[in-house]
C-alpha cells in the first residue's frame, strides 16, 4: 500500500484507496478531532471521486456522524462552508496529481489540518467494521457563502471592460468561476473543456498548455486567461500574451493590494517579495500549506500586524478582515484560488493596465519550475542527501550553473550561485515526481538553469 500524508493531505493510487482504506481514514479523522455529529464532504470531478466520497460517507455513518454532502465543489468553498457551520469536512480530491492517483484532504472546524492532527489521526487509525451504505442528505448551496465572500469585496463592475478566457478543462471551480467573472463585469469566454480529467499543475505548465495558452490569447485577444488545478486552490492566471504569471508573483501583488504587513510563504517563492519592498516582513517556511498556516498563526498571536500568506503555486490564504475599493473581505485561512485570480485582475481594470504591466513593476527577478515523474520519493532523498553531504558531487552535478554561494536544507536542497542565482531541488510530497525550481535575474536565465538541473538530475537519477 502506497498512500500516505503528503504536503497536502493524504494521496495515493486509486488502486489503493480502498473503501475500506477510505472509510477507516475518514473513522480515524472523526476520531482524532472535535465534532458535534455531522461530517460536510465534497469531491473533485475525476472518476474516482464518487466512489471514494461514498466509502468516506460509509465510515462517517459507522460512527453514527452524520454527512452532508456537498457534492462537486471547490475544496476552499467547502472549507469555507464547514468553518461557517463550525463542523469538520472532507474533501475528495488528488488536486493537480493524475487521475489514476487520488486522495483526501481533512479539516477540522477551525480550519486545514496540522501536523499534530495528521499525527492523531494516524494513532487512531484502524480497520473498519463491516459498511453499509449511507444515505447522506445533499447539500447544494455551499458554494453560496463562498461567491458571497467576493460579492461583498468586489464592484458588480469591478471587472467591466475585460475579456477574460477562462480555460475550464476539468476543474471542479470552473462553473462557479465563470459565473463569479461574468458577474463582476468580464465578458467569459469558455475555453478547452473536458470530460476527461485534466492533471493541470498550475506551478509548473507542460509545453502544450503553454501553447495551448498562447494561442488562444493570440487568435482570440483575450486580456487574460484564467483557470484553477482540477480543486480549485491553485490559480492559473496568463497575460494577454498567453504568458503565464507565476503564483507567487500573483501572491505578492495580491497581498500588496490587499495591504498585508507580513507574507508567510514558502522557501520557494520568489526572492522579489522581499525586495519589492511592500511588506514589513517575509516569513518563510518548509513546503506545503500546514507549514504556511502554523507560521501565520504565530506571526497573528500578536495583535496588530496584517498576516498573509501564498505558496509558489498561488495558493493564497488570508488571515485579517482586509479592506478592498468595494467593500471588505473576510479571511480564509486554507488555500485559494479566487482571491489570486481577482486582485490582480480588478487591480489592473481600475488602474486600466494591462496585466503584465503590474509585473513589470516588481523586481527583476523570475522562476521557472518543473518535474520529473515516476521518482520513487526514497530515490530522491538519495540524491539530496548525497549532494547535500558532499561539495565535490554538488559542485559536479551544478558545474553549468559555476561556483555556488550558499546552500539550505530548509526543504530538499536550495543553492544559491555567486552569480545570485538560484537552483532547489526536491522530492514531492503527494506524488512520485522529483520537483525542480530555479530562480535567476530574467526569464530566459530562469528558463536555462531549470533545464541544466533537470538534465543533470536525470543522469543523477538514471
Given amino acids: 500500500m502506497t498512500i500516505g500524508f503528503g504536503t497536502s493531505g493524504l494521496r495515493g493510487p486509486v488502486a ?26 465534497a469531491r473533485d470531478l475525476r472518476p474516482s471521486s464518487p466512489r471514494i466520497s461514498a466509502a468516506v460517507a460509509a465510515g462517517a455513518a459507522s460512527l453514527g456522524v452524520a454527512v452532508r454532502d456537498c457534492g462537486a465543489l471547490p475544496t476552499p468553498a ?87 478566457g477562462l480555460y475550464e478543462h476539468s476543474s471542479v471551480a470552473r462553473d462557479l468561476l465563470a459565473g463569479l467573472l461574468a458577474a463582476l463585469g468580464a465578458e467569459v469566454v469558455p475555453l478547452g473543456r473536458s470530460t476527461t480529467f485534466v492533471p493541470l499543475d498550475t506551478e509548473a505548465i507542460d509545453t502544450c498548455t503553454a501553447a495551448r495558452l498562447a494561442g488562444w490569447a493570440e487568435t482570440l485577444g483575450l486580456d487574460a486567461i484564467v483557470s484553477t488545478d482540477g480543486d480549485g486552490d491553485r490559480p492559473l492566471v496568463a497575460d494577454a500574451a498567453g504568458q503565464v504569471i507565476p503564483g507567487d508573483i500573483l501572491g505578492t501583488l495580491t497581498a500588496a493590494a490587499l495591504g498585508a504587513d507580513i507574507v508567510v510563504t514558502p522557501v520557494t517563492s520568489n526572492s522579489l517579495i522581499e525586495t519589492s519592498g511592500r511588506f514589513a516582513r517575509t516569513r518563510r517556511t518548509r513546503i506545503g500549506s500546514p507549514h504556511v498556516i502554523a507560521a501565520m498563526a504565530e506571526a497573528m498571536a500578536r495583535p496588530g500586524p496584517r ?34 485570480i481577482l486582485v490582480p485582475l480588478a487591480e489592473a481594470a481600475r488602474r486600466r493596465l494591462p496585466l503584465s504591466a503590474l509585473v513589470a513593476e516588481l523586481p527583476g527577478r523570475r522562476t521557472a519550475s518543473d518535474r520529473l515523474a515516476g521518482i520513487a520519493p526514497a ?41 545570485g542565482a538560484v537552483a532547489h531541488l526536491r522530492p514531492s510530497g503527494n506524488a512520485p515526481e522529483f520537483r525542480c525550481y530555479a530562480e535567476a535575474e530574467d526569464q530566459e536565465a530562469a528558463d536555462h538553469l531549470l533545464g541544466t538541473t533537470l538534465d543533470a538530475t536525470r543522469r543523477a537519477l538514471g
Avoid at 472509510?23 to 464532504?41: D, E, I, K, T, Y
Avoid at 492517483?101 to 489521526?121: H, P
Avoid at 536542497?413 to 552569480?419: E, K, M, S, Y
Fill in 78 to 164: 467547502l472549507a469555507l462552508a464547514a468553518m461557517s457551520a463550525g463542523v469538520p469536512a472532507i474533501m475528495v480530491t488528488g488536486s493537480h496529481i493524475p487521475a489514476d492517483r487520488n486522495g483526501l484532504k481533512f479539516f477540522t472546524a477551525r480550519g486545514e489540518i496540522t501536523k499534530a492532527d495528521e499525527t492523531a489521526i494516524r494513532a487512531a487509525l484502524r480497520p473498519p467494521p463491516p459498511l453499509r451504505p449511507a444515505c447522506p442528505e445533499t447539500d447544494a448551496a455551499a458554494g453560496t457563502g463562498y461567491l458571497a465572500r467576493y460579492g461583498s469585496a468586489f464592484a458588480p463592475d469591478a471587472l467591466a471592460g475585460l475579456s477574460l
Fill in 379 to 419: 530515490q530522491g532523498q538519495a540524491l539530496i542527501q548525497r549532494l547535500a553531504d558532499d561539495p565535490a558531487a554538488r559542485a559536479r552535478f551544478f558545474a553549468a550553473a559555476g561556483p555556488e554561494a550558499a546552500i539550505d536544507r530548509t526543504d530538499g536542497l536550495r543553492v544559491t550561485f555567486a552569480n
Fill in 307 to 340: 498576516v498573509a500568506g501564498f505558496e509558489a503555486n498561488g495558493g493564497f490564504l488570508l488571515g485579517y478582515t482586509a479592506e478592498t475599493p468595494a467593500g471588505r473581505i473576510a479571511p480564509l485561512m486554507t488555500r485559494d484560488a479566487v482571491l489570486p
Fill in 16 to 41: 489503493d484507496l480502498t473503501d475500506a482504506i477510505c472509510a477507516a481514514n475518514a473513522r480515524a479523522f472523526l476520531q482524532a478531532v472535535p465534532h458535534s455529529g455531522l461530517l460536510m464532504l
